[in-house]
Each structure stands twice: as structure tokens, then as C-alpha cells.
């Protein structure tokens, strides 16, 4: 079974500073996808960014951009120019490019901006 | 769109009472998902249905959770009773299939504490 682990229970940055968000899985798959999703406290699971797997170049999208290392099983989340809208918990989660539906989340990176 | 939409946002309940969360997918998407949020196990699907057909149920807790989806249109997550334990949040999701490379549309998920 995939697993996706998220290091860092907590991050803060400083607004308009850089922070990157860490986050590792584990499969034996080749076609796959990896997203992103911010909570802020609303709760609403917004996507933000994804990336496919056999894609090499990382996926970007405007401030948020990932570093994919699909050797390492890495996936990254770098948010630039810190905003403190950006304040949420953020998730890392799998998805199979196969015919297994299910999307495995990380535990979840809680980001403070501060002012 | 008014993406997914889930009732109550808010339920506050007695132990042993019976409580329905209700879902609304996106209009299209013949898929649906029912996930819980806790501060210990995180995101847990509980279930998935595929074109209104249950396809995969193994992440129910137990007898007392039940899920139906009348139609493509509505979705239900029962509990009886209900337990302190069962306190969560609970998350509805669709896609356009059963394979979401572009990932799953959250609704803002239903609160549901037990007492």
C-alpha cells in the first residue's frame, strides 16, 4: 500500500519570505500523481498544485511551485513570496495512475505567515 | 458550479442518537467519495461509490456507519448510534471518474461532534 509521509508537523515563514514543505512517499507504481491541497481554517481542501509523475519537469503555479525527485520519492511544496492568505495546513497526497480510486494523504504541514 | 455541497456544516448530537450527513456532488462527476478527518488518523476514506454503485466500503469503521447514493445526484453517510469517538470531520469529494489525475472537488465538510 502507497504511504505518504509529511516530516514537518509545523512550518512558520515570514511574510513575503520562502518556505518549502516537505514530503516523501512510498510506492512500487511507475504512474502516479502527486497533489497538494491547502486547508486554511475554513476547511475547505483546496487543490493547489499536481504533478504527474512521468512529467520530469516540476510543476508550477504562479507563487507555488514543487520540487518532484521521483528517484527519491520526494515531493516538495515551495511557496514564494509568502502571503499571510498562504497561513493553512497544507497535504501531500498519492493518487494511483491505475485503476485504484483512492487518494492517500499525508498527516499535514501546519503553515503560520507571520507578519 | 456550485461545487460540492454537504449539510449540516455544523451537527452537534448525543451519544446513541442517529445522525445523517447529506452530500451534493458536482453535476457530472459519476464519482463520490466519503472521507474523515480526525486529529489522529488524519484523512480516511470510508467510502467510495461509482456511478451511484458502492465499490469499496473496507474503510468503514463498523455496523453503525452506513452510505447510500440514491442517485447521482445525493449521497448520504448515516451513523447509528452514534459514539463520542465518531466526533469528526467529515469530508464528501466527487470526481468525473473513478481516476482523478486532476484530483478530487472537496466539499467544506460537516463538523460532527458527539457528546
Known amino acids: 500500500a502507497q504511504t505518504v509521509t509529511q516530516s514537518q508537523p509545523e512550518m512558520s515563514v515570514q511574510e513575503a519570505e520562502t518556505v518549502t514543505l516537505s514530503c516523501t512517499y512510498d510506492?512500487?507504481?511507475?504512474?502516479?500523481?502527486l497533489f497538494w491541497y491547502k486547508q486554511p481554517p475554513s476547511r475547505q481542501m483546496i487543490l493547489v498544485i499536481r504533478?504527474?509523475?512521468?512529467?520530469?519537469q516540476n510543476a508550477t503555479e504562479n507563487r507555488f511551485s514543487v520540487n518532484f525527485q521521483k528517484a527519491a520519492k520526494s515531493f516538495s511544496l515551495k511557496i514564494s513570496d509568502s502571503q499571510l492568505g498562504d497561513a493553512a495546513m497544507y497535504f501531500c497526497a498519492y493518487h494511483s495512475g491505475g485503476s485504484n480510486y483512492k487518494l492517500t494523504f499525508g498527516k499535514g504541514t501546519l503553515l503560520t505567515v507571520n507578519p | 458550479d456550485a461545487g460540492v455541497i454537504q449539510s449540516p456544516r455544523h451537527e452537534v448530537t448525543e451519544m446513541g442518537q442517529e445522525v445523517t450527513l447529506r452530500c451534493k456532488p458536482i453535476?457530472?462527476?459519476?464519482?463520490l467519495f466519503w472521507y474523515r478527518q480526525t486529529m489522529m488518523r488524519g484523512l480516511e476514506l470510508l467510502i467510495y461509490f461509482n456511478n451511484n454503485v458502492p465499490i469499496d466500503d473496507s474503510g468503514m469503521p463498523e455496523d453503525r456507519f452506513s452510505a447510500k447514493m440514491p442517485n447521482a445526484s445525493f449521497s448520504t453517510l448515516k451513523i447509528q448510534p452514534s459514539e463520542p469517538r465518531d466526533s469528526a470531520v467529515y469530508f464528501c469529494?466527487?470526481?468525473?471518474?473513478?481516476?482523478?489525475?486532476?484530483?478530487?472537488?472537496f466539499g467544506s465538510g460537516t463538523r460532527l461532534t458527539v457528546v
Open positions: 510506492t512500487s507504481e511507475s504512474d502516479y500523481y
Open positions: 453535476s457530472g462527476h459519476n464519482s
Open positions: 469529494a466527487s470526481s468525473p471518474h473513478g481516476r482523478a489525475p486532476f484530483g478530487y472537488t
Open positions: 504533478q504527474e509523475a512521468y512529467k520530469q
